[in-house]
């Protein structure tokens, strides 16, 4: 089906029962797996320079192929040399097809088998998203690893729906294969909501065209880790060993380790970007909210045993303060220590699979964070 | 007058003119004159770290004795060992008094000799401030440089109210001397608004006191850039040659370099960081407003020939990007550039100071900034 075989290689290293260890390979770098992708929403990880970034242990990055082709677009950023160099960030970068930020973010107009009409939330102007134009965004803006268009489902949606919607999703990843001109990686997306055979199909059907990498949409989106976690169980086994397994959107700390643990390899979340902002961080003692009055007079950095900017530097009383100030440093410091704390939890899983002893790292991760 | 003499000291290494060369040395380190202070006021210069700040060539911060006392207290700040520590800042740190932040930013109640009676802006708690209490206040805080609390009157005002304010501020400086109690440097504030008479007297008065440095207050308040030279022109030189000459909240390229020619050491001022938020940078061939639709595909960074590590990485158009998403990243790239300017600028002042050819560099930056 595809025009041209792309340069992306991905191989398993080692594994400890259903999670693996392994490695990808992309124009812009090698990323090890498991991974999480911190997300650069608008070609920058907010609160972060490329530098810290790179301080803080990010591997690659995901940006959204929606909020870039509104905003500057991609010819401009072609323009000025791919998404690589607009962003100044020569690492790995993962596209997603902009089909889920026009289904949460757009005022949707009408989706068919043609594509998505919608209008933009920034001036109302009206476009269409076919998987033809997908593909061809993330071409222009230079991805790494460009994400077929799906169509991804409320949940609670019907059987009915889902069905329409999974067959739709099928012929769209067809549509994008054929579509691509690139060398660059392309991953198919199942979808298939809460229901197992529905979901066995499409990981049928999409592993089935040849794809660089399989991800696994539509989850995150309100049904709960426990379901998330069931629909997993049912999925996965059905992708097959060689190719990475992308769980898109998601996690918490928990999420994560319960979707190693069923042998995914690759995370994005806002999670600890956002909540940092929101002045809340992950510790290895649970969460913090800095808000919380038992803080004022903390001296403790956040972690006492982290080893990031942050935690070196300042104290939680510091912390809440510029959170309470609102001070701009409050949110590249909270950032800086949640990405810190994710990406250093994928690379302890990391050793522990090749150790042989995730499933204690994987409890402990789960008592910490029971939410 | 003074109950202890303070570690600070002084020297003018070479003059070229009016213009000086000198050095300072503080408990935290010694600091090169003429030198530019970024402005810190709730313990954090916005959208830095303290090691960004030290990478684009931060010497001293100046920090806000009223914010800091409103918010979080400087008993809280002390029992987490001082501003320093709190904010992790290990180089000098220069406090002002308060005063003038109650002027302009709380609800002024009263002022009276006793001091000033305010309410806070934050929660509307009422206050008095007086001379012994801002002394109080920086000594806990832990400034390297405190400064005299003193009454800065708007412009216009009339002769009759400046002849009130500069006796009632000679009599606040006495007070503040020997309110002090620690080895910290304490500076004196000239005042006079733009009576030349009361600027003279008020110079003599705060000179006869034994202070460490000499500020001009009450400058930068809307009188514009030539009253402000007219009013150094008469001031400066009944501030002795060995002390160092600080000009409070000051100011543009232009106003700086044009301050330095008459004698002024020491600046502060929230313009490069105020206006990197804002979208504007400085830069050696002018002024750029990242707003405007010029720089919408522009290439090139801010200054080619600049070093920081925004020009080094970002073209004008991810800059504009930036600003016109409303990332984050854009103040802290912006913030780095100006403030990377201003110090860079102040180096550029010492060497032509020492190579005796600080004329023409006066010179070619009014040229570049006429404003």
Redesign the interface.
């Known amino acids: 089906m595809a025009m041209q075989c792309s340069s992306f290689n991905f191989g398993v290293e080692c594994t400890d029962q259903a999670a693996r260890c392994g490695r990808f390979q992309t124009a812009h770098g090698a990323v090890d797996t498991p991974i999480f992708m911190p997300v650069g929403t ?3 990880v ?6 810290v970034l790179k301080m803080v242990g990010s591997q690659i990055v995901l940006s959204n192929t929606y909020h870039l082709h509104m ?2 677009g991609e010819d ?1 950023i072609a ?3 791919g998404l690589h160099a ?3 960030w020569d690492g790995p970068i993962l596209t997603d097809s902009g089909g889920y930020q026009v289904f949460s973010l757009a005022k949707l107009m009408k989706i068919s088998d043609d594509g998505i009409r919608f209008a933009s939330h920034l001036d109302g102007s009206r476009h269409l998203l076919t998987p033809e134009k997908a593909i061809e965004i993330q071409e222009v803006l230079g991805s790494d690893i460009m994400m077929c268009l799906d169509e991804c489902v409320a949940h609670p949606s019907t059987r009915e729906y889902v069905e329409t919607s999974v067959k739709r999703t099928s012929l769209w990843a067809q549509r994008c294969l054929s579509a691509r001109k690139s060398r660059n990686a392309l991953f198919g997306i199942i979808q298939g909501g809460v229901y197992p055979d529905l979901r066995i199909q499409s990981a049928a059907e999409i592993t089935s065209l040849g794809f660089d990498g399989i991800a696994v949409g539509g989850l995150s989106v309100g049904e709960g880790h426990d379901m998330m976690m069931d629909v997993l169980d049912v999925t996965v086994p059905h992708i097959p060993a060689e190719k990475p397994r992308y769980l898109m959107g998601v996690g918490t700390p928990k999420d994560i380790v319960e979707a190693v643990w069923r042998g995914v390899d690759m995370f994005d979340c806002v999670l600890p970007t956002r909540n940092a902002r929101n002045g809340m961080l992950f510790t290895r003692n649970g969460r913090i909210t800095l808000k919380q009055a038992r803080y ?2 903390e ?1 403790a950095p956040p972690d006492e045993h982290c080893s990031c ?1 942050t935690c070196r ?3 939680l ?2 912390l809440r ?2 959170y ?2 609102r ?3 409050g ?3 909270n950032t800086i220590h949640n990405l810190h704390f994710y990406l250093e939890l994928m690379s302890d899983i990391r050793h522990s699979i090749k150790e042989k002893r995730f499933d204690t790292l994987r409890k402990q991760v789960k008592e910490m964070y029971d939410d």
Chains 1, 2 share one sequence.
Request: without cysteine; proline residues 5%.
């Open positions: 608008q070609a920058t907010k609160a972060m320079s490329p530098e905003r500057p401009l323009a000025l040399g607009f962003m100044a004022k007079q001296q900017y530097n300042f104290s009383a510091y303060h510029l309470i100030s001070e701009i440093l949110s590249i410091l």
